[in-house]
């Protein structure tokens, strides 16, 4: 069964760029050419908020809310994709999860979430 | 964007309820709409997609209903194991967007 799990530091500095992987386990990213593989993250007591996704071609699409802070890429031979997102402040710091995105893009498949504080 | 509004914010129930949470879109999605549960300290997990269809290993106590503006998520006996968070999502044009939640307390 596919499990998913994010990784990375959980506090960041002010400023700088928050990096997070997301490792997939008990399949592979291209067992479904139409998947894709995103990130959503969730500020305390708050709602979730779609950053980006992207398949295991590389093929990306972001929020554009964020677009210009957010790098979403992807690790095939590794299993795993990534998020960067540049220029923190304390309004990112959230939930991050990792998820699958299915070909019709609702979210079928969650990891367990990592909590990112943004310090100054 | 495409901005998706639920309601109510929360709501209190007794054991046994048949209790009704809706959204809506500020644009037709046809029937692109996912619904999720979220337990505290849990991560999401899908009920519901394309706006009626149960996922695999749900409870038919779950129901969706509803298209273009207007859906529904029913529970058709609360129980204290249905405590939690629930959002919906449309996936009708990106950015995907998410409902702020209703909270369900018995």
């Known amino acids: 069964q596919l499990h998913l799990q994010e990784s990375g530091p959980g506090l960041v500095k002010s400023s700088e760029t928050l990096s997070l992987t997301c490792i997939v386990s008990g399949g592979s990213l291209s067992d479904n050419p139409y998947s894709y593989w995103g990130w959503v993250r969730q500020p305390p007591g708050k709602g979730l908020q779609w950053l980006g996704s992207i398949n295991h071609g590389g093929n990306t699409y972001f929020n554009p809310s964020l677009q210009s802070r957010v790098t979403v890429s992807v690790d095939s031979s590794k299993n795993h994709f990534s998020l960067s997102l540049n220029s923190v402040t304390a309004a990112d710091t959230a939930l991050y999860y990792c998820a699958r995105l299915t070909v019709t893009r609702y979210f079928d498949l969650w990891g367990q979430g990592i909590l990112v504080t943004v310090s100054s | 964007d495409i901005q998706m509004t639920q309601s109510p914010s929360t709501l209190s129930a007794s054991v046994g309820d048949r209790v009704t949470i809706t959204c809506r879109a500020s644009?037709?999605?046809?029937?692109?709409l996912a619904w999720y549960q979220q337990k505290p300290g849990k991560a999401p997990k899908l009920l519901i997609y394309k706006a009626s269809a149960l996922e695999n290993g749900v409870p038919s106590k779950f129901s969706g209903g509803g298209s273009g503006t207007e859906f529904t998520l029913t529970i058709s006996s609360l129980q204290p194991d249905d405590c939690a968070t629930y959002f919906c999502?449309?996936?009708?044009?990106?950015?995907?967007?998410f409902g702020q939640g209703t909270k369900a307390e018995v």
């Open positions: 644009q037709s999605i046809n029937t692109w």
């Open positions: 999502q449309q996936y009708s044009a990106p950015p995907w967007t």
